[in-house]
């Protein structure tokens, strides 16, 4: 089951650092990402309660960084770089490193207008689901991506794609983030004191579930941004999200 990675991290045509981290980004997705959905399957074990949560928030850490990657290319070839430097400590927290708030949710919580000349370049919010992000890449590309495959033949595994709101979208999809990342920290960190409060069946395959709708929605929306690195040809990009959606019904 390889969609996935390719619906997050693109086609394998491409050269340098960026292949290299690309390359190992759709590793770890499709690894997973197989797990993940085939706990979706698979009755309650010891196994999917306590490694399933773990398999979500990977799935839902790097495909947010392949996806950071491709529409920022500087910052996935920046942090590439750096990690390769000879005295690169891995045991040592680098204030430059991937952070989940930063890189995927931004920082500023506060309300401001998009455009305005008082805003300083370096404070103007490069994050995934930002404001600025959802105008300028997620909104056109959702939008052309739902004038294209309403132009395809119908097909069942599209009915979630057909029943998103684009001028919903982004802030739907970054409250879903923060409260699944949240969610699987908790189970990843095991937090939980009182057994009462472990995850149960259905709460591991919900948030099984949810993880790979919303990362295969982004993953599919990306391939209809113009500027996105290695993005398949757009039939393609639809191809591989209903092959994916075999497995997550």
Not at 83 to 89: C, E, K, L, V
Not at 142 to 170: C, G, H, T
Not at 187 to 204: C, K, M, N, P, R
């Amino acid at each position: 089951m390889n969609s996935l990675g390719s619906l997050l991290c693109g086609h394998e045509n491409c050269d340098g650092i960026a292949k290299v981290a690309l390359g190992q980004l759709r590793a770890s997705i499709n690894r997973f990402g197989e797990k993940a959905t085939t706990f979706l399957s698979e009755s309650a074990s010891e196994e999917m309660l306590a490694f399933g949560p773990f398999c979500a928030r990977v799935l839902l850490e790097n495909s947010c960084a392949a996806l950071v990657g491709r529409l920022d290319a500087f910052r996935m070839l920046y942090l590439s770089e750096f990690q390769a430097q000879p005295d690169y400590d891995p045991g040592k927290r680098a204030k430059s490193s991937f952070s989940w708030t930063g890189d995927v949710i931004p920082e500023d919580k506060a309300a401001h207008a998009l455009w305005n000349n008082d805003h300083d370049a370096p404070k103007i919010s490069r994050a995934l689901l930002s404001k600025h992000f959802e105008h300028i890449y997620w909104k056109p590309a959702l939008e052309a991506m739902l004038d294209f495959v309403s132009k395809r033949k119908s097909d069942p595994a599209l009915a979630e794609i057909f029943a998103i709101d684009a001028d919903r979208y982004i802030d739907e999809s970054k409250g879903r983030s923060i409260q699944l990342y949240s969610m699987l920290s908790k189970g990843v960190h095991w937090e939980f004191f009182a057994s009462a409060l472990l995850f149960d069946e259905s709460t591991v395959k919900t948030a099984i579930r949810d993880t790979c709708l919303l990362v295969s929605h982004l993953g599919l929306i990306s391939h209809f941004v113009p500027t996105a690195y290695a993005s398949l040809d757009r039939m393609r990009a639809v191809d591989e999200y209903i092959e994916f959606r075999k497995f997550v019904p």
